[in-house]
């Protein structure tokens, strides 16, 4: 039943009509729940999840129309541009060329104002799969989006290879792993409407695994090259040196300056140094840097707190505040990382402290689209918290928003997703300091 499910809702349903798209998305969730309780084999549940993804790769994103833009970058590096360096407006604005790029209006058109006005924040890593995509969509579109679904597909199916083994070196039931290959948000956001998370945790996990198996050099590039896909990762950047530090040791300052942590750390930071070799200029870095401040500065969506502290400064002084407390919410998300990221004595505890910690980030953050949700699924594989199970499903009530003629979020829906979210955190948190040592 799911597959048709998958089907149907990748090539009939609009995101702007929510109580389908919510409704069916409620029967997958119930059957991805079913199935995972179910007694089978991971043979069959591996197969499963291929054909569900399989299914995704043959559709057009419908959910997002981010995939004009990675196609914009790929043909920008085709010409030998600088993607960093020019908003597609700009570019169209200072060329006579504009037939360089297939369908340069369409894909300005179709990837909407926010984008098209703004710096790309997409880094090198993506950019090369959206240059490698770009010879293909030359000939079709689909052809292009096909060939960068495989890559996430190929990438799903590495994530649960190194999850299974990652459970194995913690001795926990490597079943585990599928509530992340299963889960119908990753499924949808990520294979189904191209979200580069999926590429980012495949390098991320292996990032781990390495660690757990002291090879720290190996560990360290691999961060980095999920740091080059997405950002996002580089917020665990202290806990997997604190996973490189702890073990036969205690997490004091000196063991810092140790052999295995300069391997770690500098497999890291080379690479990351040499993914953006080819794109540095100055103003690349002052581009890059205006574009990642937007979002804390200017966007906001299925917001938490942050929504409550805007609500309070309404009622204070009468306007949005943005400016003032988006700089408040990432001095909150900063401070939430840091602290759980030294509450860290094990590695096995290393999943836990990186679960509570980023949870906080996303609460603390002023904007997050449902596909942010699917980091924190990955980090609950390892944990006995299901926050994120939970929240995978619940996140889906934002697409609300898209229904309605001014993209007006539903106070009730934000209500109802995070009290319930906010409310089994904080029972999961409690949990948590009941075992942390005295």
């Given at each position: 039943m799911s597959g048709g499910i998958y089907f149907w809702i990748s090539q009939e349903v609009a995101r702007t009509d929510f109580g389908l798209f919510f409704s069916l998305y409620s029967l997958l969730f119930l059957c991805y729940f079913?199935?995972?309780?179910?007694k089978i084999s991971h043979q069959l549940l591996f197969l499963t999840g291929l054909i569900y993804h399989l299914i995704l790769v043959f559709a057009l994103p419908w959910l997002s129309q981010d995939f004009y833009r990675f196609l914009w970058d790929g043909w920008m590096l085709q010409l030998g541009e600088n993607p960093y360096l020019f908003t597609p407006n700009q570019?169209?604005?200072?060329?006579?060329?504009?037939?360089?790029?297939?369908?340069?209006?369409?894909?300005?058109?179709?990837?909407?104002?926010?984008?098209?006005?703004?710096y790309t924040n997409y880094p090198p890593i993506s950019q090369f799969i959206y240059f490698l995509a770009s010879f293909l969509a030359e000939k079709s579109i689909f052809y292009a989006v096909l060939f960068m679904k495989l890559v996430l597909v190929f990438s799903s199916m590495a994530t649960l290879f190194f999850s299974q083994k990652i459970l194995s070196l913690l001795k926990l039931p490597t079943h585990k792993a599928y509530w992340f290959?299963?889960?119908?948000?990753?499924?949808?956001?990520?294979?189904?409407?191209?979200?580069?998370?999926?590429?980012?945790?495949?390098?991320?996990?292996?990032?781990?695994?390495?660690?757990?198996?002291?090879?720290?050099?190996?560990?360290?590039v691999l961060l980095g090259l999920s740091v080059a896909t997405k950002l996002i990762t580089l917020v665990f950047f202290i806990y997997l040196l604190n996973g490189v530090i702890?073990?036969?040791?205690?997490?004091?300052?000196?063991?810092?300056?140790?052999?295995?942590?300069?391997?770690?750390?500098?497999?890291?930071?080379?690479?990351?140094?040499?993914?953006?070799?080819?794109?540095?200029?100055?103003?690349?870095?002052?581009?890059?840097?205006?574009?990642?401040?937007?979002w804390f500065s200017s966007f906001e969506f299925n917001a938490s707190f942050y929504y409550v502290f805007r609500w309070v400064g309404f009622q204070m002084y009468g306007?949005?505040?943005?400016?003032?407390?988006?700089?408040?919410?990432?001095?909150?998300?900063?401070?939430?990382?840091?602290?759980?990221?030294?509450?860290?004595?094990?590695?096995?505890?290393m999943f836990?402290?990186?679960?509570?910690?980023?949870?906080?980030?996303?609460?603390?953050?002023?904007?997050?689209?449902?596909?942010?949700?699917?980091?924190?699924?990955?980090?609950?594989?390892?944990?006995?918290?299901?926050?994120?199970?939970?929240?995978?499903?619940?996140?889906?009530?934002?697409?609300?928003?898209?229904?309605?003629?001014?993209?007006?979020?539903?106070?009730?829906?934000?209500?109802?997703?995070?009290?319930?979210?906010?409310?089994?955190?904080?029972?999961?948190?409690?949990?948590?300091?009941?075992?942390?040592?005295?």
């Open positions: 079913l199935l995972l309780k179910a570019w169209l604005e200072n060329t006579n060329e504009q037939n360089l790029i297939p369908k340069a209006n369409f894909l300005i058109e179709e990837m909407g104002q926010l984008s098209a006005s703004n290959f299963l889960n119908p948000l990753v499924i949808i956001e990520g294979i189904g409407n191209l979200h580069f998370e999926v590429l980012m945790l495949a390098f991320f996990v292996a990032s781990v695994y390495y660690l757990m198996k002291n090879n720290f050099l190996w560990a360290g702890v073990g036969n040791k205690k997490l004091k300052f000196s063991n810092y300056f140790s052999a295995s942590s300069f391997q770690f750390i500098g497999g890291c930071l080379l690479t990351i140094a040499m993914s953006y070799v080819y794109f540095f200029d100055l103003q690349m870095l002052q581009n890059y840097q205006e574009s990642v401040g937007l306007y949005n505040m943005i400016a003032i407390l988006g700089k408040i919410m990432f001095v909150l998300s900063a401070f939430s990382l840091l602290f759980f990221a030294f509450q860290q004595t094990t590695k096995k505890q836990a402290v990186m679960f509570l910690g980023f949870a906080c980030y996303l609460f603390f953050s002023t904007t997050v689209h449902p596909w942010y949700v699917t980091t924190l699924i990955l980090l609950g594989v390892f944990t006995k918290y299901y926050t994120a199970i939970l929240w995978s499903f619940l996140v889906m009530l934002s697409y609300y928003t898209y229904s309605q003629p001014n993209f007006q979020e539903s106070t009730w829906l934000l209500f109802i997703q995070y009290v319930l979210v906010i409310g089994l955190f904080s029972y999961e948190l409690v949990d948590f300091w009941k075992k942390v040592p005295k």
